[in-house]
C-alpha cells in the first residue's frame, strides 16, 4: 500500500445522503489523491438539526465504511460539513495597543509582530455571544493599522494601535453536540465542523470571483446556507 505524508476524511452531512471522501496527501507532491468515497441515504436529520440521533449514526456509519472499504484506510477523525438555520453570522472588532520599542525614527510606536497578529484576532473573537451559541469560524477580513485601514498583512509595520475586522460564524452548541454524538455512535471523531457554504465557496469561486464580489447559496433538500464575498472578504454568511 503507498505511504501517505497524512489522510484526511472529509463527511458531507446532508438530509438526502451523505457522502463520505478518503484522500491521502502525497510526499513528494503534496497534492492529495482520492483513495475512496462513500454514499448512503440520509437519516436523522431535519433541516440541519439532528431529529433522530440513532438513525443518523447508522447512516454516517454506512457511509463511512463503505469509503474505508475502498480506500483500505481508516482515518482517526472527520471533517464535518455543517448548516441549517442555526448558523448565524456577525463581524467583530479586535483593538490591542502595540508595545512601544526603539524603532528608528518611529519615537513611541512600536513593530507589529506574529504574536500581536494572533492577540488582535483572539479579542475580535472575545465578543460576548448569545448563550449556547459556539465559533465555527473565525475568518480575518482586513487590519487597520492607527489612522490607516484596509491593511491586508500588518506585521512589521509600526504602530500604537492595531485592529482587526473578523467575521465569526456561529451555531448551535446543542446542535452541533448532537452531531458530535452521532458521530461518535457510529465510531468517528470529529475534528472539525465546515460551514458548508464556506466549503463550497473555497471549491467553486475563483480568486477573481471572490474580489469582485459573489454572493454564493447552497441549497439542499431541506436546508440552505449561504455567503457574500467583497474585496475577497466574506461580509456575510448565513443558514436557513
Given at each position: 500500500m503507498a505511504q501517505y505524508k497524512t489522510t484526511i476524511m472529509g463527511v458531507d452531512v446532508g438530509s438526502s445522503e451523505i457522502c463520505v471522501l478518503i484522500a491521502g496527501q502525497?510526499?513528494?507532491?503534496?497534492?492529495?489523491?482520492?483513495?475512496?468515497?462513500?454514499?448512503?441515504a440520509g437519516a436523522g436529520?431535519?433541516?440541519?438539526?439532528?431529529?433522530?440521533?440513532?438513525?443518523?449514526?447508522?447512516?454516517?456509519?454506512?457511509?463511512?465504511d463503505a469509503a474505508?472499504?475502498?480506500?483500505?484506510?481508516?482515518?482517526?477523525?472527520?471533517y464535518a460539513s455543517i448548516c441549517g438555520e442555526h448558523i448565524v453570522s456577525l463581524n467583530s472588532t479586535g483593538v490591542i495597543g502595540i508595545t512601544k520599542r526603539n524603532v528608528a525614527g518611529s519615537a513611541g510606536v512600536g513593530e507589529i509582530t506574529a504574536d500581536h497578529l494572533n492577540q488582535v484576532l483572539?479579542?475580535?473573537?472575545?465578543?460576548?455571544?448569545?448563550?449556547?451559541?459556539?465559533?465555527?469560524?473565525?475568518?480575518?477580513?482586513?487590519?487597520a493599522v492607527d489612522e490607516e485601514s484596509g491593511i491586508l498583512n500588518p506585521v512589521g509595520m509600526t504602530a500604537r494601535r492595531?485592529?482587526?475586522?473578523?467575521?465569526?460564524?456561529?451555531?448551535?452548541?446543542s446542535a452541533m453536540r448532537n452531531l458530535v454524538h452521532a458521530f461518535n455512535w457510529s465510531?468517528?471523531?470529529?475534528?472539525?465542523?465546515?460551514?458548508?457554504a464556506l466549503a463550497a465557496g473555497e471549491a467553486v469561486l475563483s480568486p477573481e470571483e471572490k474580489k469582485m464580489g459573489v454572493a454564493l447559496l447552497d441549497i439542499g433538500r431541506d436546508a440552505a446556507s449561504s455567503l457574500v464575498y467583497s474585496e475577497s472578504d466574506i461580509q456575510f454568511s448565513n443558514g436557513f
Open positions: 502525497e510526499p513528494d507532491t503534496e497534492e492529495l489523491k482520492l483513495l475512496g468515497m462513500g454514499l448512503a436529520l431535519r433541516r440541519g438539526l439532528v431529529v433522530d440521533i440513532d438513525a443518523l449514526s447508522q447512516a454516517v456509519g454506512q457511509a463511512i474505508v472499504d475502498e480506500a483500505q484506510l481508516h482515518p482517526n477523525h472527520v483572539e479579542a475580535a473573537k472575545a465578543m460576548k455571544l448569545p448563550e449556547g451559541r459556539e465559533i465555527i469560524h473565525s475568518i480575518p477580513q482586513q487590519f492595531l485592529e482587526a475586522q473578523v467575521h465569526l460564524i456561529t451555531g448551535s452548541q465510531g468517528t471523531k470529529v475534528r472539525q465542523f465546515l460551514f458548508s
